[in-house]
């Protein structure tokens, strides 16, 4: 039973610290309407920024957080330009970035693919030193505290002109750029914004877990649609902007429990991404299958009624 609990523990803390990466998929892919690979490198980008400053520059790990949220706004603003500018399809805008950040990330760590932060002190381990707390019980409560904040962020931020502007563009840009709104520099800013979480996530879960990995944003941006469709389904989308913030990251935390649970009951570790897969599919499925039954089954009832 202990077992089980510190695997729920480790699970929230990491869903936590992920669901603010889920925050900037949420961005793109619910208010912008953009499919955005850009997501699984600048994953990796944030967490090798992060690496290499806190090991190999002694960079107070605060400051590295910024720095890899300003990398992946970078990473997102290379995406948002070939595709306003050079109109490349957002999608294929992604891809493009998402490999060349392979070879950046490498450049990044020095030609080396992973890099330990076990020597070194970071912002998790110094509050596990200052509180006695275990590693994921820190993770937890830090992931916590930045995804309240990013998310008080997010309320305001879309409450402004040029928040409330980015929405629109996501639901109507022809309506938008007839009002004489640059939907180009819209959709720019929402790459760079939700990058730039993306980033700090990377950098969040590098420091969890003490070490940066070129890989480590593999996947990223399947997890991401998972846990927006999982926190749709649970707590529906007829909610406040708020709480739709809020429930983005609950679906992180709910995907990374079934992935602990999951790998508890003895799945082996090398099939988690057709986990992934299957949970996001039947995420998707489940809501559509229901829709055409109550469809149908309303439209039945409406036939025996009117004979």
């Known amino acids: 039973m202990e077992g089980l609990l510190a695997s729920l523990q480790g ?45 190999n520059k002694q960079a107070d790990p605060v400051a590295a957080l910024f720095a890899a949220a300003f990398a992946g706004m970078l990473a997102g603003a290379a995406t948002g330009i070939l595709h306003t500018v050079f109109e490349i399809p957002a999608i294929l805008a992604g891809i493009l970035t998402q490999i060349s950040l392979w070879s950046i990330n490498l450049r990044i760590m020095g030609g080396k693919s992973n890099l330990p932060l076990l020597k070194v002190r970071t912002l998790i381990s110094g509050f596990v030193d200052q509180t006695g707390l275990t590693q994921a019980q820190a993770s937890m409560l830090i992931g916590i505290l930045v995804a309240a904040i990013v998310i008080a962020f997010l309320y305001w931020f879309f409450g402004t002109e040029i928040g409330s502007a980015m929405r629109a563009t996501g639901n109507n840009e022809d309506m938008v750029r007839a ?73 992180s935390v709910i995907y990374f429990a079934i992935r602990a649970l999951v790998l508890r009951m003895g799945m082996n570790a090398n099939d988690m991404k057709l986990l992934s897969a299957v949970i996001v599919a039947l995420a998707l499925c489940v809501p559509v299958v229901l829709s055409r039954y109550r469809l149908a089954r309303e439209y039945t009832e409406g036939g025996e009624d009117g004979c």
Do not use: H, P
């Not at 420091?207 to 649970?234: H, M, N, P, R, W």
């Open 11 to 55: 699970a929230v803390g990491q869903g936590v610290l992920w669901g603010i990466m889920v925050l900037g998929v949420y961005i793109t892919f619910r208010l912008m309407d953009i499919a955005d690979l850009t997501v699984d490198g600048s994953f990796a980008l944030g967490a090798c920024v992060c690496a290499v400053l806190v090991v």
């Open 179 to 251: 009002l004489g709104v640059n939907t180009k520099m819209t959709k720019l800013l929402a790459l760079m914004l939700s990058n730039g979480l993306v980033g700090l996530s990377g950098a969040l879960v590098c420091q969890s877990q003490k070490y940066g990995d070129v890989g480590s944003g593999t996947g990223a941006i399947v997890i991401g649609l998972a846990s927006i469709v999982i926190g749709e389904v649970l707590m529906g989308k007829l909610l406040s902007f708020y709480w739709k913030l809020i429930s983005v990251v609950a679906g």
